[in-house]
């Protein structure tokens, strides 16, 4: 079982750089057509400071921040028990190319269900960009299962 004591715990805050390459693959992996995703200048006559980041964007630094593996291990769970159950996404201030992204992670609910064959962690997370403003406020559901 999860140490429930985890709640409450925050990961060292995690510095990530977005770049320009990785938006545009996303936006067209997504089937992203405005170009606010994929031309500079159109993203800047819209108000952009570069390229725009596609809206779940937030999660694929996630993933960069916290590999799946090791936050596994830190719960004392096996990777392969894990499904990605929930996200959810406040939007505060857009992401965009050029961006220094710190990510700061929270455990803020561990529960189980069907007898423990179920267990849930909730992260609440927060993205701020390199000027310390707030871009985007998520929250994680992972799921492990146990049977």
């Known amino acids: 079982m999860i140490d429930k004591n985890l709640i409450g715990y925050s990961f060292e805050p995690v510095q990530l750089a977005v770049e320009v390459g990785r938006l545009k693959f996303v936006a067209k992996a997504l089937g992203l057509t405005d170009p606010v995703y994929s031309d500079a200048e159109k993203a800047r006559a819209e108000g952009y ?28 769970q096996n990777v392969r028990r894990l499904l990605h159950a929930e996200q959810k996404f406040t939007y505060h201030q857009p992401i965009c190319a050029g961006d220094q992204i710190t990510f700061v992670k929270t455990i803020r609910e561990i529960f189980e269900k069907k007898n ?18 707030l871009c985007v406020e998520s929250q994680t559901t992972y799921v492990f299962r146990n049977a």
């Open 49 to 76: 400071s570069d390229l725009l980041a596609p809206p779940t964007f937030p999660f694929m630094l996630e993933s960069d921040a916290f590999e799946l593996d090791r936050l596994c291990d830190f719960f004392e």
């Open 116 to 133: 423990g064959q179920l267990e849930f962690v909730v992260s609440d997370n927060t993205l701020t960009n390199q000027h310390d403003i």
